[in-house]
T-cell receptor, first 113, second 112 residues
Framework: KAGVTQTPRYLIKTRGQQVTLSCSPI?????VSWYQQTPGQGLQFLFE???????NKGNFPGRFSGRQFSNSRSEMNVSTLELGDSALYLC????????????FGPGTRLTVT | GEDVEQSLFLSVREGDSSVINCTYT??????LYWYKQEPGAGLQLLTY?????DMKQDQRLTVLLNKKDKHLSLRIADTQTGDSAIYFC????????????FGAGTRLAVHP
C-alpha cells in the first residue's frame, strides 16, 4: 500500500506570493491533517479535514486555508507569504474518525525569501 | 492547558538501552504517541498507547505510562546506530479528533 504523498517536496517563494501544497492520503483514509514544523515553534497543528469537512483548526491566521476533495486528497494554501512561513509542512492521514494511527508524509519544505 | 515536554538530547552507547521521557499536562489525553524523525524525512509512527494502559511492548520498544504523574517513557532495547534520530512524544484528546500536540523532540545520538 502506498504511503502518504506530498507535492511538491521543495518550494521557494517570494514574500507576498501565495502557495498551494498537496497531500494524497493512504488509500482508504478519509482524514487528512496538516502540521507546520519550524525550529522555533516545533510541530504545530494547522487543521484537519474529514470527508471534505474541516473538523478542527489550530491557531493560525486566516492566510492559512485548506480543503479536501471527494477522493480525500487535500490541499493547503498560504496567501501573502511571510518570511516566518518558511517551514516543513507535513500532512498526516488516518483511516477513521477516531484518534488512532496517523501516518505522515515526507513533507513539503517551503522557503520564503 | 496543552503542554508536552521532553528533554532535548540523549546520548547512548550502541547496544545499551535508551529511555526517552515525556511529561504532559492534560489529564483528558486519550492516546499518547511516539514518533521518530530522521533527517530530511517526515514522521514515522513508532507506537502509541491508550491512556487506560500502563505498558505496551512492541519488539525492542517498551512504552510505560504513569497516568498519575502524567509521565510517558519510551525504552529502546539494544540501541543501534540506525536509531539515531529525533523522537517526538505527542498526545491527543477526546473530542480533539486527529489533532496531535507534540513535544519539542528528543535528539537521540548513538555512539560506538
Amino acid at each position: 500500500k502506498a504511503g502518504v504523498t506530498q507535492t511538491p517536496r521543495y518550494l521557494i517563494k517570494t514574500r507576498g506570493q501565495q502557495v498551494t501544497l498537496s497531500c494524497s492520503p493512504i488509500s482508504g483514509h478519509r482524514s487528512v491533517s496538516w502540521y507546520q514544523q519550524t525550529p522555533g515553534q516545533g510541530l504545530q497543528f494547522l487543521f484537519e479535514y474529514f470527508s471534505e469537512t474541516q473538523r478542527n483548526k489550530g491557531n493560525f491566521p486566516g492566510r492559512f486555508s485548506g480543503r479536501q476533495f471527494s477522493n480525500s486528497r487535500s490541499e493547503m494554501n498560504v496567501s501573502t507569504l511571510e518570511l516566518g512561513d518558511s517551514a516543513l509542512y507535513l500532512c498526516a492521514s488516518s483511516s477513521s474518525g477516531g484518534v488512532y494511527e496517523q501516518y505522515f508524509g515526507p513533507g513539503t519544505r517551503l522557503t520564503v525569501t | 492547558g496543552e503542554d508536552v515536554e521532553q528533554s532535548l538530547f540523549l546520548s547512548v552507547r550502541e547496544g545499551d538501552s535508551s529511555v526517552i521521557n515525556c511529561t504532559y499536562t492534560d489529564s483528558s489525553s486519550t492516546y499518547l504517541y511516539w514518533y521518530k524523525q530522521e533527517p530530511g524525512a517526515g514522521l514515522q509512527l513508532l507506537t502509541y498507547i491508550f491512556s487506560n494502559m500502563d505498558m505496551k511492548q512492541d519488539q525492542r520498544l517498551t512504552v510505560l505510562l504513569n497516568k498519575k504523574d502524567k509521565h510517558l517513557s519510551l525504552r529502546i532495547a539494544d540501541t543501534q546506530t540506525g536509531d539515531s534520530a529525533i523522537y517526538f512524544c505527542a498526545e491527543s484528546k477526546a473530542g480533539g479528533y486527529n489533532k496531535l500536540i507534540f513535544g519539542a523532540g528528543t535528539r537521540l545520538a548513538v555512539h560506538p
